[in-house]
């Protein structure tokens, strides 16, 4: 029988577990997310999200078990996320893996969120290196070398904003729901990216690394809700969220003067163009011979479309939509090759808020 992992991943708002075979099999995956909770703040209170674990950690694992319809003696280990993410959150998913580990003896295994993401996209067949990975979410932007062996090298991140904060704070800014990303992404192909194309130039910066900056363009987003006084559109959109917070595109839509459409196409349109600039740049550097895309952001519609029409010499892979988002396969996914290390933690297993992939 080839070894399978119980994964576990707390770090942000999604508690989530799967259990998962060796190959890339899944035999069950939950995710309770806890949108519901944060939404009305327009984005994750910390103290909210591990009350909110806290609720849902063991029946969220009980029903991955019975899912898979698995007993304990029947697994290799037991992986979950020690970082990074918010400490509370990270912690109630660790103390809960320790005391499973404790309780079956089965061996812990620690994993870093990144590294989950990067292996949600090459669960299948693994990636010709070495490979580029953009990592892509509300809180992270990353890129990495990734060699033989699951080493990784830190090619360049964001100065400032994650992409994905990118997209939920226009939202925001703009009167819409929380996250920003999916809808931005559903109403963007309703406007036009060249109109206001002149409003997101591209931040220089200086040095050789590949790093990304986002802020500006929050802020350019800002200034032309300003010069336009954009205030009772603003204030219909706040209101129609707070009275429908599952309101469908058409609603959101029909909130939605075409201008403020043609500047969420500009600014996705803008965002995407820059990840792939520099992803292709940082991948030629490295001789790449694949790229790998994940995270929330890779979920987006126009990224994908753009990075699969790349002409570029190596495949370009991106995980299915509801693994690019945070879930718990990615973490058992990533813990295969430390399994076969017998790269194990102990009880002494520590959250640890900033914890980095690489240098
Ligand atoms: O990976 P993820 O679930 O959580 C983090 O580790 O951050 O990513 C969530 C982020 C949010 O910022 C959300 O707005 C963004 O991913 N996102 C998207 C899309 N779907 C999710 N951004 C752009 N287009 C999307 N379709
Ligand atoms: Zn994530």
Known sequence: MPPIILGIETSCDETAAAVLEEGGRILSSLVASQLDTHGKYGGVVPELASREHLRAIVPVVREAMSRANLRWDQLSAIAVTEGPGLTGALLVGLTYAKALSLSTGLPLIAVNHLE????????????????????VSGGHTHLFEVREGWQYRLLGRTR??????????????????????PLIDALAPHGHAKVFADQF??????GASQDYSF???????????????????????????????????????????????????????????ELLRRATRAAEQIDAQSMIVSGGVACNSELRRAAQQLRVGYPVYFPEAKLSTDNAVMIAAAAFPKLKRQHFADLT???QASLQLAQ
């Open 116 to 135: 989950g993401h990067i292996h949600a996209a090459v669960m299948e067949s693994a990636p010709a290196l070495p490979a580029l990975a953009l990592v």
């Open 160 to 181: 400032d904003d994650a992409a994905g904060e990118a997209f939920d704070k226009v939202a925001k800014l703009l009167g819409f729901g929380y996250p920003g990303g």
């Open 201 to 206: 130039t591209v931040p220089r910066i200086k």
């Open 215 to 273: 802020s500006g363009w929050k802020t350019a987003v800002l200034r032309w809700t300003e010069a336009r006084d954009l205030t009772a559109e603003v204030a219909a959109r706040k209101a129609l969220f707070a009275r429908r917070p599952r309101a469908t595109i058409e609603e959101w839509r029909a909130a939605t003067p075409q201008p403020t459409l043609d500047l969420l196409a500009s600014f996705q349109h803008a965002v995407v163009t």
């Open 349 to 351: 297993l520590r959250p």
